[in-house]
C-alpha cells in the first residue's frame, strides 16, 4: 500500500453527500486565501494548510455486493415463483435449509434455524431457554439498542454490565452484578465489533452462579475464540446478515445451538407449522418436536429463499475477507499509532481472539476536550469521512438512548465515560488502498486541525 500523503483529490466522481464536503472544503481554501492576503504570512501559513487537506469522495456506506452466483439463484427462484422456504419438495431442495446447512458447517454447530433477522433470533434465543415474562437478563450497557429490544420483546428485563475502553464486557462488574441480581438467570453478551471480552472468564462466572450465557454473535461471524468459531461458549448465539453485517442479504439472522430442545422450539416459532420441522436439514427428529407446533405460537419469522440464496456464496468467502480485512486494519492502526497516537488509543483484542476487523473503533484521548472532540467529528465530517461518536446523543449504541429499558439508579460511569470518547469508522470491503490511505489522512488532519487549531472556523 502506498505510504505517501496524497493532496486533495478530484471532485469530480463525488456521490452527492460528499459535494457538500467539497463545496465546503473549495470555500475554506477562498476564504483563508483571501483572509492571506487581508491579514499577512501567519494566516498564510494555515490557508496553505487547508489547501492539502485531504478529501475523501467514496461511499463509506457501500455494502458488499451479491456475488454472481447468487443473483442467479435469487433470480431463478423469482422465475419460478418459490420463494416461501416450504414450497420446497423436501428438506435438501429448500435453499434455506441448504443455507442454514452451511452456516452451521461454518460455525460448527449442530442446529441452525434461519431467521428474518438477528433481532428475532435473539428474542427467540431468550424464550427458547426458558426465559418468562419479567426475568432478568444481564447484558452489555454498551450495544446495539436492538438488543434491549430483544430483551423486551421476549418479556425480559435488561440488567446492564459495564463496557470497558477495549468495548467489551468488564468482567469485574459483571461478577458484581451476579451477586447483586440473585434471580437473574440470563447473560447476554454483544461481542460489539465482533470484540470479545475473556469468554472462558465470562463462562466460569455464569456457571458458579448458574446463569444460562447467551451470545449475541451479529458482529462476530469469522471471529474465533481459543480455535473455535464464536458462539460456542454460550448455549445459543444468534448471527446477522443485515447488509452492514458479513455476509448481507438486507435483513437476515441465524439461531445456532447444540441443543436439540432449544433448536426445535425456535423452528416452531419462527412458523414451522403442522410436520414442515421435516423440510430443515438442521433441526432435531420429529421426537423432539412431537405436538410442539400446537404448543407453542408461530410468530413468522422466517427467513426467504431469496435471502438465502444470496446469502449462500457469501459464506464461502469469509475467511478470505478476514485477511483482507485484518491486513488493511493493521496499516490503519499502525498509521494512526504512528502519526497520532498521543490523541488516541486503539482497543486491544482480547487474547484467544481470531478477529475480524471490518470496522475500526479508536477512542480519542483526554488531550480533547469535549468541544474539540465535537471539533475532530466535524472536522471529518466536512472532509467526507463519517466518524460516529458512540456516545452522541442520538446513537443508537448509547444506553441513555433506550428509554424503553432504562438503566435506571445504576449509572454506569466506566460505559459512560467510555462512550464520550470512542468512535467508530467503516472500513468497506469495496474500497481501494488509496482510499485508506486518504482515510487515515483525513483521521490525522482533522485531529491535527483541531489540536493545533488550524481548522475550519
Ligand atoms: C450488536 C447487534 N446485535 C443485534 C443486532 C440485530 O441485528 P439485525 O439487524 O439483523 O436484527 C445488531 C444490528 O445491527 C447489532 O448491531
Redesign the pocket.
Known amino acids: 500500500m502506498p505510504t505517501s500523503t496524497r493532496s486533495t483529490r478530484c471532485a469530480c466522481a463525488a456521490m452527492p453527500s460528499n459535494v457538500i464536503a467539497i463545496i465546503s472544503a473549495t470555500l475554506l481554501i477562498m476564504v483563508t486565501s483571501a483572509l492571506s492576503l487581508l491579514i499577512g504570512p501567519t494566516t498564510t501559513a494555515a490557508a496553505a494548510a487547508a489547501r492539502h487537506r485531504t478529501i475523501l469522495n467514496r461511499d463509506i456506506m457501500i455494502p458488499d455486493p451479491v456475488p454472481q452466483s447468487g443473483i442467479d439463484e435469487a433470480i431463478s427462484l423469482m422465475q419460478s415463483g418459490r420463494m416461501y422456504r416450504y414450497n420446497a419438495k423436501d428438506a435438501s431442495s429448500s435453499v434455506v435449509s441448504l443455507c442454514e446447512h452451511e452456516i452451521a458447517q461454518y460455525t460448527g454447530h449442530k442446529y441452525c434455524v434461519a431467521l428474518n ?4 433470533a ?1 428474542m427467540l434465543m431468550m424464550k427458547c431457554a426458558g426465559l418468562l415474562p419479567g426475568d432478568e437478563v444481564l447484558c452489555n450497557a454498551f ?2 439498542g ?2 434491549p429490544s ?1 430483551i423486551e420483546h421476549a418479556g425480559g428485563k435488561a440488567v446492564y454490565v459495564e463496557s470497558d475502553s477495549n468495548l467489551v464486557m468488564d468482567i469485574t462488574d459483571l461478577e458484581k452484578k451476579l451477586v447483586e441480581y440473585p434471580n437473574c438467570k440470563y447473560c447476554l453478551i ?1 461481542h ?1 465489533r465482533g470484540k470479545l471480552t475473556d469468554m472462558d472468564a465470562v463462562k466460569d462466572a455464569c456457571d458458579r452462579h448458574s446463569v444460562t450465557l447467551l451470545e ?1 454473535c ?2 462476530s461471524l469469522g471471529v474465533y475464540w481459543n480455535g473455535q468459531h464464536s458462539g460456542h461458549i454460550g448455549k445459543v448465539a ?1 448471527f ?3 447488509s ?2 458479513m455476509i448481507n442479504s438486507g ?3 441465524f439461531l445456532v445451538t447444540d441443543d436439540a430442545s432449544i433448536a426445535a422450539n425456535c423452528a416452531v416459532y419462527a412458523g414451522a407449522y403442522e410436520g414442515l420441522s421435516a423440510k430443515h436439514l438442521t433441526v432435531p427428529g420429529p421426537e423432539i418436536f412431537m405436538d410442539l407446533p400446537t404448543q407453542i405460537p408461530n410468530y413468522s419469522l422466517r427467513m426467504s429463499e431469496l435471502a438465502a440464496a444470496v446469502i449462500r456464496p457469501q459464506i464461502l468467502t469469509i475467511d478470505e475477507r478476514r485477511e483482507k480485512y485484518n491486513a488493511r486494519y493493521d496499516y490503519i492502526t499502525d498509521q494512526l499509532v504512528r502519526r497520532v497516537g498521543q490523541y488516541l488509543s486503539i482497543p486491544v483484542d482480547t487474547p484467544g481472539t481470531i478477529p475480524v476487523h471490518d470496522s475500526l473503533q479508536f477512542n480519542l484521548s483526554h488531550e480533547l476536550n469535549h468541544e474539540q472532540v465535537q471539533q475532530f467529528l466535524e472536522e471529518c465530517a466536512i472532509h467526507g469521512l463519517k466518524v460516529d461518536l458512540f456516545g452522541a446523543k442520538s446513537n443508537a449504541r448509547n444506553f441513555v438512548n433506550w428509554k424503553f429499558a432504562p438503566a435506571g439508579d445504576d449509572p454506569l460511569p466506566m460505559t459512560t465515560e467510555m462512550l464520550k470518547r470512542a468512535c467508530d469508522v467503516r472500513l468497506p470491503l469495496m474500497w481501494d488502498d488509496e482510499d485508506f490511505d486518504d482515510l487515515v489522512n483525513v483521521l490525522c488532519e482533522s485531529l491535527d486541525a483541531v489540536v493545533y487549531n488550524t481548522g475550519f472556523e
Not at 433477522?117 to 428475532?120: E, H
Open positions: 433477522s438477528c433481532g428475532s435473539i450495544t446495539f436492538a438488543v430483544a454483544s460489539m449475541d451479529a458482529h444468534a446477522s446478515s443485515q452492514y453485517k435483513e437476515g439472522g
